[in-house]
């Protein structure tokens, strides 16, 4: 059976919020971060085998599932706060919109090195 200790559910005029992570204004149904290295430099000698190898920059890439009942939606350039970590916001795919309430997927990248706003 799962664990639902460290999660929660609130309720205010604004904002529904469930689940363990945060998006302010958005009920979250799932999210999925996935982090691999912009650099992968690698150096091999002449029998071809690697002796080095280097991963940099890692960059952290997050799909967030939410509704939203709103009329407004960030567009893509937006610098959006998830989970406690700044994000960039690369796409926005609306899914389903019935009733006034839209299914959509934010898609969100950070890197390793990048200070955002």
Request: one cysteine or more; a negative charge.
């Amino acid at each position: 059976m799962p664990d639902y200790s460290n999660t929660y559910t609130s309720l205010s005029a604004n904002n529904i919020v469930w689940g363990v992570e945060q998006f302010t204004g958005f009920v979250v149904e799932a999210s999925n971060e996935a982090c691999a290295p912009a650099i992968n430099y690698e150096a091999f000698n002449e029998s071809g085998q690697r002796i080095f190898q280097r991963l940099d920059d890692k960059t952290y890439t997050r799909s967030v599932d939410a509704l939203v009942n709103t009329s407004t939606i960030p567009v893509a350039g937006t610098v959006m706060t998830f989970a406690g970590q700044k994000y960039v916001l690369e796409s926005v795919d609306i899914k389903k919109a019935q009733k006034e309430v839209a299914k959509i997927t934010f898609n969100l990248k950070r890197s390793e090195y990048l200070t955002l706003p």
